[in-house]
């Protein structure tokens, strides 16, 4: 089971009262209990403080210096009058939550990986905090409200980053953000950002930064694994990002198993190259197929998550890997999620861009232009026209796309959402820029499992460590040779053998959701044109209507979409029934709080 929290600061009796005989119900763990503060935690979770209790951490940590677990104490020793998160920060890396006290201010830190996800809200009487929304439900401290317009948004923004989630007043701490607490305000503010390393200047050659970058990788991914006790599985699709995991945890105490789920359609099987890599590595390999049958149209693919982002096929892939889990007794899958980003899988002419800009490297930018030459397959002037045209655009284009397909077209907040930090990447090389946003881009998607199920996903490619380094080697080395994510290529060419190096493209699910669509066409119709979403003005409904009517070959993403939208409408029926049970048991609480805050409120879905 992965770690839980609950931090509550509340002076009012009755709510604290409700929260601590839901802890004694639930077992959790009281970490602390006074001067209007009360924090919980899982049984099991990973908790330490200072002896001063002035910081609180729940999670796990480790030193940059040699990823060696770290106690709290040890890490504060000699460093009095120093700020606490910025010692965490700087100094160190896990997956964790940190506390910090100081008089009347209560500040939480959420690490820069996202491992340990974090949400908050605010009411006239209580500030709340939580590891997962549905802690807080339980707890009697939010009653769950669809939150349409946002729902809208994320999808006509996929690019954006959203602290709003689908349910009204309720927050995600982003990674690498701090929420303070003072009095009954609560405000956030951005303690790590991506600029200060995409600033930073590598000073090495290229099989320098393949050497560090291997040392920085398997240090992470081995601190990782050792914290697991029992058989590990890694999650192998047969490429790059997944291979790498498998060869740091190859060692034989870690217990790591591959797995890899195939389509029907030749396409989507990569378990001959997943077999290949945990042959080469010694590691035992599981094979297993996308089953239809596996995936109920009406159920979400991720219930627990406070926003709808999962997809239909994870119905599948889940069901099989916890089958696996649960005959192989492990506790917790590996996967490369965010890989691609954070080894700049960049296909384009940035690298050029970066290279001229970078005044000392440009003797060297015929190399940078041959490389995306051969990358792209295109010839010199093709390359060298893109470049020309990519000066003139903006590096943020991507994070402003727009994508209004099957969205309903009523009038709701259209403005992009704010990049942090956007004013420090003045004068920043156009590609480091894209690299970094990119990875703001996936840290939304570590979350995984529900943190009360068997299994917990660990997405080790995201650790601070690895993206701060990433982050500081030039966009050229990423394409050196005319190939993508070249340095990690080079890093693990001597263990992973240069056959598998050389593969630059895998397959997916997208043959396995063709076929999810044609067997439940029906159920999904009547799921999307009868449903919350289109009541509420999220989705066109004749636009959808028409899309389902056909039945011919699939062209496009158009396929994705629907599924991914019929998952969000099943998400919201089940948050719409969500919280009946605990909170109608705590009317008193309820009504107390109904005329002063929205988080009470009911939706009249």
């Given at each position: 089971?992965?770690?839980?929290?609950?931090?509550?600061?509340?002076?009012?009796?009755?709510?604290?009262?409700?929260?601590?005989?839901?802890?004694?119900?639930?077992?959790?763990?009281?970490?602390?209990?006074?001067?209007?503060?009360?924090?919980?935690?899982?049984?099991?979770?990973?908790?330490?403080?200072?002896?001063?209790?002035?910081?609180?951490?729940?999670?796990?940590?480790?030193?940059?210096?040699?990823?060696?677990?770290?106690?709290?104490?040890?890490?504060?020793?000699?460093?009095?009058?120093?700020?606490?998160?910025?010692?965490?920060?700087?100094?160190?890396?896990?997956?964790?939550?940190?506390?910090?006290?100081?008089?009347?201010?209560?500040?939480?830190?959420?690490?820069?990986?996202?491992?340990?996800?974090?949400?908050?809200?605010?009411?006239?009487?209580?500030?709340?905090?939580?590891?997962?929304?549905?802690?807080?439900?339980?707890?009697?401290?939010?009653?769950?409200?669809?939150?349409?317009?946002?729902?809208?948004?994320?999808?006509?923004?996929?690019?954006?980053?959203?602290?709003?989630?689908?349910?009204c007043g309720l927050r995600e701490l982003m990674p690498g953000y701090a929420l303070e607490w003072q009095g009954q305000r609560a405000t956030e503010k951005p303690l790590w950002s991506p600029w200060s390393h995409a600033r930073r200047r590598f000073y090495g050659d290229f099989e320098q930064a393949a050497r560090q970058l291997r040392e920085?990788?398997?240090?992470?991914?081995?601190?990782?694994?050792?914290?697991?006790?029992?058989?590990?599985?890694?999650?192998?699709?047969?490429?790059?990002?997944?291979?790498?995991?498998?060869?740091?945890?190859?060692?034989?105490?870690?217990?790591?198993?591959?797995?890899?789920?195939?389509?029907?359609?030749?396409?989507?099987?990569?378990?001959?190259?997943?077999?290949?890599?945990?042959?080469?590595?010694?590691?035992?390999?599981?094979?297993?197929?996308?089953?239809?049958?596996?995936?109920?149209?009406?159920?979400?693919?991720?219930?627990?998550?406070?926003?709808?982002?999962?997809?239909?096929?994870?119905?599948?892939?889940?069901?099989?890997?916890?089958?696996?889990?649960?005959?192989?007794?492990?506790?917790?899958?590996?996967?490369?999620?965010?890989?691609?980003?954070?080894?700049?899988?960049?296909?384009?002419?940035?690298?050029?861009?970066?290279?001229?800009?970078?005044?000392?490297?440009?003797?060297?930018?015929?190399?940078?232009?041959?490389?995306?030459?051969?990358?792209?397959?295109?010839?010199?002037?093709?390359?060298?026209?893109?470049?020309?045209?990519?000066?003139?655009?903006?590096?943020?284009?991507s994070m402003s796309r727009v994508d209004d397909l099957f969205l309903s077209s009523r009038d709701v907040d259209r403005s992009l959402p704010a990049v942090p930090g956007e004013e420090q990447m003045a004068d920043l090389p156009r590609g480091r820029i894209v690299h970094a946003l990119w990875i703001l881009r996936v840290q939304r998607f570590?979350?995984?499992?529900?943190?009360?199920?068997?299994?917990?996903?660990?997405?080790?490619?995201?650790?601070?460590?690895?993206?701060?380094?990433?982050?500081?080697?030039?966009?050229?080395?990423?394409?050196?040779?005319?190939?993508?994510?070249?340095?990690?290529?080079?890093?693990?060419?001597?263990?992973?053998g240069p056959e598998a190096m050389q593969r630059t493209r895998k397959g997916g699910p997208a043959a396995f959701c063709v076929d999810l669509l044609e067997a439940y066409r029906q159920s999904y119709r009547e799921l999307l044109l009868d449903g919350l979403l289109a009541r509420h003005e999220v989705i066109d409904r004749n636009a959808v209507?028409?899309?389902?009517?056909?039945?011919?070959?699939?062209?496009?993403?158009?396929?994705?979409?629907?599924?991914?939208?019929?998952?969000?409408?099943?998400?919201?029926?089940?948050?719409?029934?969500?919280?009946?049970?605990?909170?109608?048991?705590?009317?008193?609480?309820?009504?107390?709080?109904?005329?002063?805050?929205?988080?009470?409120?009911?939706?009249?879905?």
């Open positions: 089971m992965a770690d839980r929290f609950l931090m509550l600061a509340s002076r009012d009796a009755g709510v604290r009262a409700t929260v601590l005989q839901f802890a004694e119900q639930r077992e959790l763990r009281i970490v602390r209990n006074d001067a209007g503060l009360l924090i919980l935690c899982s049984a099991d979770a990973g908790w330490q403080s200072l002896v001063d209790g002035k910081c609180l951490i729940v999670g796990s940590l480790f030193a940059k210096s040699n990823f060696q677990p770290t106690k709290l104490d040890d890490a504060f020793a000699g460093k009095d009058g120093c700020p606490a998160f910025e010692v965490l920060l700087d100094r160190y890396w896990g997956r964790y939550v940190a506390l910090s006290l100081a008089e009347d201010t209560v500040q939480i830190l959420r690490d820069p990986s996202g491992g340990l996800p974090a949400y908050h809200l605010e009411c006239d009487r209580y500030l709340a905090a939580a590891s997962d929304a549905k802690l807080l439900v339980e707890a009697g401290l939010l009653q769950p409200v669809i939150d349409h317009d946002s729902i809208l948004q994320q999808f006509r923004q996929p690019n954006g980053r959203l602290s709003a989630t689908g349910l920085t990788v398997d240090g992470c991914i081995k601190a990782l694994g050792r914290r697991e006790n029992g058989a590990t599985l890694i999650g192998m699709s047969g490429g790059l990002d997944s291979s790498i995991i498998a060869a740091a945890l190859r060692e034989v105490d870690f217990g790591a198993e591959g797995i890899s789920i195939a389509t029907k359609h030749p396409d989507g099987d990569e378990r001959h190259y997943a077999r290949q890599i945990c042959s080469r590595l010694g590691l035992p390999f599981h094979g297993a197929q996308y089953d239809v049958s596996h995936v109920d149209p009406l159920r979400p693919s991720a219930p627990h998550l406070a926003r709808p982002t999962g997809e239909g096929f994870l119905q599948s892939y889940d069901r099989i890997v916890m089958d696996l889990a649960r005959e192989r007794g492990a506790r917790s899958i590996f996967r490369g999620n965010g890989g691609d980003a954070v080894f700049c899988f960049m296909q384009n002419v940035m690298p050029i861009l970066d290279r001229w800009e970078a005044k000392h490297e440009r003797r060297n930018i015929m190399q940078t232009v041959s490389d995306v030459c051969r990358m792209t397959d295109s010839d010199m002037r093709a390359v060298l026209k893109a470049s020309w045209e990519k000066k003139r655009g903006s590096p943020l284009s570590t979350e995984g499992y529900a943190r009360d199920g068997e299994l917990e996903m660990i997405c080790p490619l995201l650790s601070q460590p690895i993206v701060e380094l990433c982050l500081s080697i030039p966009s050229w080395y990423w394409i050196e040779g005319g190939i993508n994510r070249a340095v990690a290529r080079q890093a693990y060419r001597p263990i992973l209507e028409a899309a389902l009517a056909y039945e011919g070959p699939q062209r496009g993403d158009g396929y994705l979409r629907l599924l991914a939208l019929a998952d969000a409408e099943a998400w919201v029926r089940h948050w719409s029934g969500a919280g009946a049970g605990r909170l109608s048991t705590n009317a008193g609480m309820v009504a107390a709080n109904a005329g002063s805050s929205h988080l009470l409120a009911r939706d009249d879905a």
